[in-house]
Structure formats: structure tokens, C-alpha cells
């Protein structure tokens, strides 16, 4: 398969495999990418090198696609990790552990038109300076505002736990949604809510801002990165 300007548009080729009928690709994102924006420029790319090669007549691509992320651990580690961050942090042992979860009891149906997808990540955002902000009180707070605004901009929290200085977030987006777009979201209203709910809480630890201007982002999926790869390596 011809290289489709992954590199001039960032993405990177880990690999792929041509089928009669399809193609399938191993790519990593950056942050601020889309799936949908990408398989469009890589589409785009692929049916004019197509037809000049092989005089084919467009269109070369049907108009769907299927879009699931992997990761480097399957989705259940990570569902683990976050249900035990108690226990991590040595919180499990207090009385009342300053930790509060969240994980939904039926999966919250996403839908794009002309695509099937399956697009989790496991996001971490850390308060300023890594400051004890959280109790389980106000945990439970910002993780029932943070589901208002996830049902306001089309994405899914499946599973949350707040601990004093930092949230682990499982969500699913769709795919005209860059995990950057989805992470600010939650920043920004998170920091609203803050300002609208417990600004003393902030001028009592000394900052101005209730985030760390960075965060972690990671795809998990069913499968790990390394097997469908080893996958796409295999002969039919």
C-alpha cells in the first residue's frame, strides 16, 4: 500500500494490510486528531494513487468505515486499575477514604452516521501542584456535573474515580471528537464548577487554577496494540 501523507499530516503507520474487499490499519493519533478528519484524508489520498495506478473510476472507498481503539493494555486492566486507585494511593484503610467512584450501569449509546465504532481512552487529569482538592463529597459532585456535560457534548464517561489530588477517567468518544477536545472540556467546566461551588477550596491551597495545564490520554480496546499488529503481520 502507498504511504497516504501520513507523515505530513502526523499521523504514523504502524501497519497495514490490504484484504480484495477492504484495507485494514494500525495508526497512531495525535490528541488532536479525529478519526473521522483522518480516514478522510487518508481516503482521499488513497483513491487518486489508486486510480492513476490502476485506472480505476471513483469512488475507490464505500462511504463507512469501522474505527476501534487498542491500546497497550486491554480495557479491563484499566478497568481494574481504576476500581483499586483506593487501595493504590493507600486510602482503603481510613475510615472514610476521600475517594469516590463511578462506573455506569449500562454503556451510554454513541452513533455516527455511516460508521461503527469503538473508541475508549483512559484519560488523567492531576489538580495544580498535585494539591488535595477532592473529598468523596465533592467527588461525587463533579463526577454527576461532568456526566451533564458529557451528555451535552455527544461523549460517554463509562467509569470514574476521583481521588484528592487527581481523576481517572474511562470514556468513549465519537468520531469527529478529538480525546484534546473532549480532555479541555472537562477542564474547563471542571474548573467552572469549582469556581461556582468551592472557590475557598482553591484560595485556601494557594492557586489559581484547579488543573495541571497537562494530562494523560491512552486508547485501550479489547485487544492490546502488539497483537493486532502481530494480526496484521500474519498470512490469511
Sequence with gaps: MANPNLRVHEYHLLRSKPYPNHLRCLISLQPSHTISSVLQVIKSNLSRELSEEFALSPPVWARGYLAQSVGRVQIDAVRRYLDHQAEHHGYASRLQPPVYRYRASEPVPLRAAHASF????HLVLATRYRRSIF???????????WLKVAAKRGFAIDQMTVVPDHVHLLLRIVPKMSIESCALSLMNNGQLWMANHSPEVLVKEKIDQLWQASAYAGTC???????????????D
Excluded: C, D, I, P
Design 118 to 121: 469503538e473508541l475508549n481512552h
Design 135 to 145: 473529598t468523596s463529597k465533592s467527588g461525587e459532585a463533579l463526577a454527576t456535573y
Design 221 to 235: 480496546g479489547k485487544a492490546t496494540t502488539a497483537l493486532v499488529e502481530w494480526f496484521l503481520t500474519q498470512r
